[in-house]
C-alpha cells in the first residue's frame, strides 16, 4: 500500500524560529511536492521537486525553502516563522510521467504564535 | 487569477440520491483532471481522473465529465452515502503530467443529509 509520511500531525512554533518540516514517502516516486491548504483558498503550491538535490518554486515560495537529499525524502524549512504561515501543510508525491495522480500524506496543522 | 474554479462552497444532498460537484477551467493547456476527496485533519485522497481525450469516466458510484468546448468538469455521485460528506477539490495538471504540480480549486463541502 502506497505511503506518505509526515513528521508531525500537529506542530506549535513561535515567531522567528526555524521550523523543519519532514516528509518521506515510500512508492519511489520521482515528484515530490509541498502544499499549504487554507480555509477558503484550496490547496497552493508551495514548492516541488522531481529529481533528488533539484526544486522549482511553486505558486507561494515566499518566506519558504525546501531540500531533497535522497529520493524519498522531501522537507520544507520555514527560515524565520511568521504568524501569517499558520496553516495545514500537505506533501505529496507522484510518479515521473503519472498523469498527474498525487499521493498526499496526512498533513502537519502548524501554529505560529 | 484562479485557473480552476469551484464556485459552490458547499452543497447539501439527502443520502441515496445524486451529488453533483461542478468545476471549471480557464487555462485551455490542461489537459488531465482530477478529483479529490478530503476529510478534516487528513491528507486529500484520490477520487477518480479524467484525461482531455475523454469525456467521460466512470469508477463505481462516481462519473467524471468533461466538456472541454466549455471548459467544464463535474463529478457525480450516485447514490450519495453518509461517508461521501467531505470536501472535494477539483484540480487539473497540464502538458507535463503533473510533473510541476497540479491546480487546485477551493473546494466544495458536501454535506450528505440523512
Known amino acids: 500500500d502506497v505511503k506518505v509520511t509526515q513528521s508531525s500531525r500537529y506542530l506549535v512554533k513561535r515567531t522567528g524560529e526555524k521550523v523543519f518540516l519532514e516528509c518521506v514517502q515510500d512508492m519511489d516516486h520521482e515528484n515530490m511536492f509541498w502544499y499549504r491548504q487554507d480555509p477558503g483558498l484550496g490547496l497552493r503550491l508551495i514548492y516541488f521537486?522531481?529529481?533528488?538535490?533539484?526544486?522549482e518554486k511553486g505558486d507561494i515560495p515566499e518566506g519558504y525553502s525546501v531540500s531533497r537529499e535522497k529520493k524519498e525524502r522531501f522537507s520544507l524549512i520555514l527560515e524565520s516563522a511568521s504568524t501569517n504561515q499558520t496553516s495545514m501543510y500537505l506533501c505529496?508525491?507522484?510518479?515521473?510521467?503519472?498523469?498527474?495522480?498525487?499521493?498526499f500524506g496526512p498533513g502537519t496543522r502548524l501554529t505560529v504564535l | 487569477d484562479q485557473q480552476v474554479k469551484q464556485n459552490s462552497p458547499s452543497l447539501s444532498v439527502q443520502e441515496g440520491r445524486i451529488s453533483i460537484l461542478n468545476c471549471d477551467y480557464t487555462?485551455?493547456?490542461?489537459?488531465?483532471f482530477l478529483w479529490y476527496k478530503k476529510y478534516p485533519a487528513e491528507g486529500p485522497t484520490f477520487l477518480i481522473s479524467i484525461s482531455s481525450i475523454k469525456d467521460k469516466n466512470e469508477d463505481g458510484r462516481f462519473t467524471v465529465f468533461l466538456n472541454k468546448s466549455a471548459k467544464h468538469l463535474s463529478l457525480h455521485i450516485v447514490p450519495s452515502q453518509p461517508g461521501d460528506s467531505a470536501v472535494y477539490f477539483c484540480a487539473a495538471s497540464g502538458a507535463g503530467g503533473g510533473a510541476d504540480g497540479l491546480t487546485f480549486g477551493k473546494g466544495t463541502h458536501l454535506i450528505i443529509q440523512p
Open positions: 521537486s522531481y529529481d533528488v538535490k533539484m526544486k
Open positions: 487555462n485551455s493547456m490542461f489537459d488531465y
Open positions: 505529496a508525491s507522484s510518479r515521473l510521467a503519472g498523469g498527474g495522480e498525487q499521493f
